[in-house]
């Protein structure tokens, strides 16, 4: 029988901290609501109990990606519509991204929240393997203040968790060191999405000459609660990949799970599935070995001074060359890519700006006399669909060129590749908005998803 709405009271706070202040207050507890997904089915079914609800599927604290030096931020309440869309989640998390796609349809992907699929607390959810095997962390929320758990320690069994009754999940924070693994992941149901997972999974490991390192296994719908298989990954860490680690591996991850039987599946299927999803995945970590290219075993051997020229092209820093150049030689192209990532996260705000000075304005095609031919060639290559944009946009572009210089003091910084002239001031418009730090911290990062490019296009030849 459907529930009466007279029955039930729903509050909409203003901001995250009226809403934590109408959690702590009272003897009556208030149940928070997001997207709804599955509240509403139950609603729908007569079987919600909880008749407080606190609304916070709109409040803006919960609903930002931040991209900070060492981590990314989400939102608790960000949809799974804007994780799969959002550029360096797709890139840094695509498991994460991958998993959003398959949750539900797309009407439930654009109103169900990554907050709410965790503290719904379901083994079958299909994004909580991802964060497992990403070692992310949760930062709680409440009058008393706020907390971060890692989220391996969070779900306590079947539809538990450390959460108090006062608090929210605020944020999921991923961490960004993920960038030289091989990740692969699942899902085993009737279908792909709009489904409930029969065996969903979630790995990753870094291979160095055959051998495996830091795996890591994440599996959903086998145990009460999504689980790591931490004596699976015991057993293949720093082994050399072959036919019988494979076979050894499939057999370990079936002895860690705990499978059932129901509506869905049987537990007999569900163990063939973790032994054949694990197979797939130690496999595709042997198919991944890359030899470096012909570019990188030259520059290997290359002396120091000259090394660092040759890529300076890729950044712009002097700092990051000369890291870049120490840390040599790189066994693959990979590895150079993580290196590359590694080396900008850790430098300072002078090493950015001198990158940033190697760009000519978006929308110019004169590179800075400091820049290399190389750098200038792919400048003008990245900015083609800008330079080939209507009269109007780039008057528009040079006009908000010159009140960001005003603002900020240096040059707009942005991955152009494949971007066109009206997108481009689109982003610069909002990029306008944010304060000193923020934005020289999304500049920053603009610059390490350029040299990415150019690293490829530098190790191609």
């Known amino acids: 029988m459907r529930s009466d709405p007279a ?5 909409a706070p203003a901001n995250l901290e009226a809403a934590v202040s109408l959690l702590a207050s009272g003897s009556e507890r208030w149940l928070p609501i997001a997207g709804g997904t599955d509240l509403m089915v139950q609603f729908a079914a007569g079987t919600l109990r909880a008749r407080k609800l606190v609304s916070i599927g709109r409040l803006p604290e919960l609903q930002r990606i931040e991209i900070l030096p060492d981590e990314i931020q989400i939102g608790a309440g960000c949809t799974y519509s804007d994780i799969r869309r959002h550029d360096t989640v797709q890139r840094e998390c695509p498991m994460l991204a991958r998993a959003a796609s398959w949750t539900g349809g797309i009407a439930n992907q654009n109103r169900g929240t990554l907050g709410g699929n965790i503290v719904n607390a379901s083994p079958a959810a299909d994004s909580l393997p991802a964060l497992l095997a990403y070692d992310a962390s949760l930062i709680l929320v409440s009058v008393r203040g706020e907390r971060r758990v890692p989220y391996r320690t969070f779900h306590t069994g079947y539809k538990t968790m ?17 960038g030289g693994y091989i990740s692969h992941t699942r899902k085993v149901g009737t279908r792909n999405a ?11 490991a870094r291979m160095e000459n055959g051998i495996v390192h830091d795996p890591r296994i994440a599996l959903g719908s086998v145990a009460p609660r ?11 860490d720093r082994k050399p990949l072959d036919s019988s680690l494979v076979l050894l591996a499939s057999r370990t991850a079936v002895a860690e799970v705990e499978p059932i039987d129901d509506i869905r599946s049987t537990a007999r299927y569900r ?21 470096g290219s012909a570019t990188l075993e030259r520059w290997n051997l290359l002396p120091a001074d000259e ?17 870049m150049a120490r840390h040599r030689p790189y066994k693959d192209d990979r590895s150079v890519l993580a290196a590359s990532d590694e ?3 850790s430098l300072g705000e002078a090493d950015w700006m001198e990158a940033f000075a190697s760009h000519p304005r978006i929308g110019e095609s004169r590179a800075p006399q400091s820049a290399s031919a190389r750098s200038a060639a792919w400048s003008s290559e990245e900015q083609s669909h800008a330079a080939a944009a209507e009269d109007a946009v780039r008057t528009a572009l040079a006009e908000a060129n010159r009140e960001y210089e005003r603002r900020f003091g240096r040059i707009f910084i942005i991955c152009a590749t494949g971007k066109q002239g009206s997108e481009i001031l689109q982003i610069l418009r909002q990029r306008l908005q944010n304060d000193a730090q923020t934005e020289i911290r999304e500049a920053a990062e603009q ?15």
């Open 271 to 291: 163990a063939a599935l973790v032994a054949n999803l694990v197979a797939e995945f130690l496999k595709k970590l042997g198919g991944t070995q890359q030899a």
């Open 447 to 461: 610059q390490r998803q350029i040299s990415q490019i150019r690293l490829g296009k530098w190790l191609k030849g």
């Open 194 to 204: 709009q489904a409930v997972s029969k065996v969903c999974m979630a790995a990753l």
């Open 162 to 178: 450390t959460l108090a009754p006062d608090e929210l999940i605020r944020a999921v924070c991923v961490p960004r060191r993920f």
């Open 226 to 236: 999504p689980i790591r298989l931490a004596e699976t990954e015991r057993m293949l």
């Open 307 to 323: 090394a660092e020229k040759e890529i300076l092209p890729c950044c712009g820093s002097r700092a990051w060359a000369r890291g």
């Open 7 to 11: 029955e039930y009271d729903l509050v």
């Open 343 to 345: 080396t900008w996260r």
